[in-house]
């Protein structure tokens, strides 16, 4: 997709005045980011009134694709810092910036959580949803 669509569908969101809708701009910033405009989509995302998780992993995911391991790890550590609780998409990303960097140790504690909250069964899905993303 061509960002100069992303930006055309932000303009027209504004002008009619769907910008403040939650699922609107989540929407945007995952657009921006997968014309790998992440400086947009992190504007659209800092920019928000309303965060949600969903707001929250369209962004940790938009970075995560455009290979920011580093920025990936900060996002995660404000969804936990504004009480957010992640989830298994979440964990994904986290995860695959985890290998990105080669952060081996960072992994298995994210393992661990995922076993310890999750259970074992939900790891597994979670290895799938890696495979399809790879």
Known sequence: MDGRVGE???CMTVRDGFDGLVF??????????VCGRVESARKVFDEMDERNLVSWNSVINGVGLNRRPDEVLKLVR??????????????VSLLMACAEMGALALGRRVH???????????????LYMIEEYT
């Open 8 to 10: 055309c569908v932000h």
């Open 24 to 33: 609107v701009a989540n929407g945007l910033v995952n657009v921006y980011a």
């Open 78 to 91: 404000g969804v936990v810092g504004e009480g957010v609780v992640p989830d298994r998409f979440t964990m």
């Open 112 to 126: 661990g959580y995922m076993v310890k909250v999750e259970g074992a069964r939900a790891y597994i899905q979670v």
